[in-house]
């Protein structure tokens, strides 16, 4: 049987004990639960049956206290007593009943009556206390019958309980002799299947496994100190051992034929000593660019004979290789593209040779174009050298017109402006005058206001007077008939008429007076109508006159608006002019840049074209002589152009700038200058 079978009997074994103690221990635990359950269910029995008689007690505690109460009142807290106890006795048996089991059925019913019994007395011991009193309840339950009715129900509930309490003591016997049975079957299961396990692994592992391994290493040990004479054991068993045993086996035969090999091995080895330092030597020539170093020795070995062969011509075609390329390279140093590899190279060297070839061949075509792209850029260079000298001058002619330009709009736009700020103090003055007319008017109406009432006042004084004037009358009137009184009362009544007489005399120069003031009024009021109406015509006049100033300030104020704008306009044509000068000027030095460069490009360009007349292309030098006339000749055509695009022009801004000074500068001399056409002469760009 194969070592892996036997463990697996060992552990098959292991673990059908390990099942045997795990089901004892499920069986168990399970009978173990069931009896807990019956013996707890029994012990709630007991526990219902000695709440019940707890409460059947109390309620007689309750009922004592009814017994002994002197009222009502007194009663009251033992009657609510004994019906909550005998609410508690009901809900007690309702959970005792499902618990009992059948054999105690008929006990259990008893008790069930005798505790409706009981509810119904005690329910009308109270009822008897709350309504005829204590002493009617204590007839009614205090007496020997009714205390051996209690002790009868309290009698049955003690047998029931004890028959409980003995059930309780077989159960709990029944459990302890399950426990001792159980333990005592798990341990002695769990000590046989351990004992047999153990001395089966113990001659397994000893006879099977132990020993052979012992053996075998020791064989193996000597085998790898050299001693190949040495038995392997354990060579034919059918297991891994056995398996082991044939590869230590085989181990033993390899070594053998290592030690037989390693006699033949020492020759080789000098040998292979005396060409790799032969190799090394070439190989070290190789590196340092030497490749005239060559093997070139007999070994008495085909094979290395042959490999030294293939590695001197190896060298000598890297040799011929490289001694072509340098020979071509060093002629491409001085500037002769014509030359090529000579000889019959195969490989990576035919395909070197081709590159080169191909390489000096695309050189050369290269250099031929560049020549000619040189003379071409020479000739491009001249002529863009003449067009930037031609563009710089009429760049400078063009900055000086913008800049006498400028100089003229500034003193245009001073003109404006003063013109502007006069038209501006013109409104001003008439906006002030306006504002005094109409000031002006409002005075002169309030004084036609103010004649109006003096004039409705003299009115009210000729009304006052005319009221004195008639007092004046009744007194005068009053002091005669006083008079007449007086001189019918004869001697008694001349006193009285004397005071009449001064009445009457009071009377008259108060009626003379008030005439004389209602004349002087009348006089006044006329006067005053002749002012009133001196007046109006006046505020008529200051009406007129205002509307007038009205129309004026209308006119000037369009004036200075039109000022106004007409400067802002002006002020953004400056600013135009301004920019378009800093834009020119910076265009001049730009250009003046420019054809800097140009002379430099120039300059360069003639001396590339010296450069690449060195290299020898095979079409002779004649080509180099060709750009020159060319380049003279477009000179003088670009020239040529560049005058008759240069012909003086008139300056629109200068004719704008003339126009602009005759309709606001008044034709005054500075202005006049500015806008006349100088001798210097305008060129467009």
Avoid at 23 to 28: N, Q, T
Avoid at 176 to 182: I, K, L, R, S
């Amino acid at each position: 049987m194969k070592i892996r079978g036997r463990i697996n009997l060992l552990v098959g074994l292991m673990s059908l004990v390990a099942f045997a103690i795990g089901g004892l221990s499920l069986f168990a635990i399970f009978e173990y639960r069931d009896r807990i359950d019956t013996y707890g269910i029994a012990a709630e029995r007991v526990y219902k049956g000695e709440h019940v008689n707890r409460v059947v007690t109390a309620v007689v505690m309750e009922a004592r206290g009814i017994y002994a109460a002197d009222s009502v009142a007194a009663s009251e807290p033992f009657a609510k007593g004994i019906l909550a106890n005998l609410e508690e006795l009901k809900k007690v048996i309702g959970e005792w009943q499902p618990l009992v089991p059948v054999d105690q059925r008929a006990d259990f019913d008893a008790v069930a009556v005798q505790s409706q019994g009981f509810a119904q007395f005690r329910s009308e011991t109270v009822r008897l206390a709350r309504e005829q009193g204590p002493e009617a309840a204590a007839v009614q339950g205090n007496n020997e019958a009714n205390r051996a009715n209690r002790k009868a129900f309290q009698a049955s509930i003690d047998k029931i309980v004890a028959a409980d309490q003995a059930e309780l003591v077989t159960l709990d016997k029944e459990l302890d002799a399950f426990g001792q049975t159980v333990i005592l079957l798990v341990s002695a299961v769990t000590v046989f299947g351990v004992l047999i396990g153990a001395a089966f692994g113990l001659i397994t592992g000893r006879r099977h496994l132990s020993n052979p391994i012992v053996e075998l290493t020791g064989a193996m040990t000597r085998i790898a100190g050299g001693d190949f004479n040495t038995q392997v054991p354990s060579v034919g068993r059918k297991d891994e051992i056995g398996d082991m045993a044939g590869t230590v086996e085989v181990f033993k035969r390899n070594g053998l034929e290592v030690s037989r090999m390693n006699a033949s091995e020492a020759d080789m080895r000098g040998k292979n000593e005396e060409f790799r330092r032969r190799m090394a030597e070439v190989v070290t020539a190789a590196v340092g660019g030497d490749f005239t170093r060559r093997i070139n020795h007999s070994f008495g070995e085909a094979g290395l004979d042959a490999f030294g062969r293939d590695v001197d011509q190896l060298v000598g075609s890297v040799d011929a290789g490289v001694s072509e390329v340098r020979r071509v390279v060093a002629r491409l140093a001085e500037g002769d593209l014509t030359q090529s590899m000579h000889g019959d190279f195969r490989g990576a060297f035919a395909e070197l040779q081709q590159n080169v070839e191909g390489a000096m061949g695309n050189l050369r075509s290269t250099m031929k174009d560049v020549r000619g792209t040189t003379g071409s850029i020479n000739d491009n260079s001249n002529e863009l050298r003449a067009a930037t000298d031609d563009l710089s001058k009429r760049t400078e002619q063009q900055a000086a017109a913008l800049e006498e330009t400028s100089a003229a709009l500034d003193q245009i736009m001073a003109v404006v402006r003063n013109s502007a700020e006069r038209a501006q103090e013109a409104s001003t003055m008439v906006t002030e005058a306006k504002q005094s007319a109409a000031q002006s008017g409002t005075v002169v109406r309030n004084a036609v206001e103010a004649m109006g009432r003096i004039e409705q006042a003299s009115g009210e004084i000729s009304q006052i007077i005319n009221v004195i004037d008639e007092i004046a009358f009744q007194t005068n009137l009053l002091a005669l008939n006083a008079g007449v009184e007086a001189a019918r009362a004869g001697e008694a009544g001349k006193g009285f008429a004397v005071v009449a007489q001064e009445v009457r005399e009071l009377a008259q120069r108060s009626a003379n007076a008030a005439k004389d003031i209602k004349a002087l009024i009348t006089k006044s009021g006329q006067e005053v109508s002749s002012g009133v109406t001196l007046v109006q015509k006046t505020g008529e006049s200051l009406t007129e006159i205002e509307s007038r100033v009205h129309r004026i300030n209308d006119h000037i104020h369009s004036i200075a608006t039109a000022a106004r704008e007409q400067a802002t306009g002006l002020q953004e044509v400056n600013t135009a002019v301004n920019q378009m000068d800093q834009v020119t000027q910076k265009n001049a030095a730009m250009v003046e840049e420019t054809s800097a460069a140009t002379h430099k490009l120039s300059s360069e360009a003639s001396h590339l074209f010296g450069l690449v007349s060195r290299f020898d292309i095979g079409t002779g030098a004649g080509a180099s002589t060709v750009a020159a006339p060319r380049a003279a000749a477009v000179s003088t055509v670009r020239t040529a152009v560049a005058d008759s695009h240069s012909a003086p022009r008139v300056s629109p801004a200068r004719k704008m700038v003339g126009t602009l000074a005759r309709a606001f500068g008044g034709g005054g001399a500075s202005v006049a200058a500015v806008a006349a056409p100088s001798g210097d002469s305008w060129e467009e760009f």
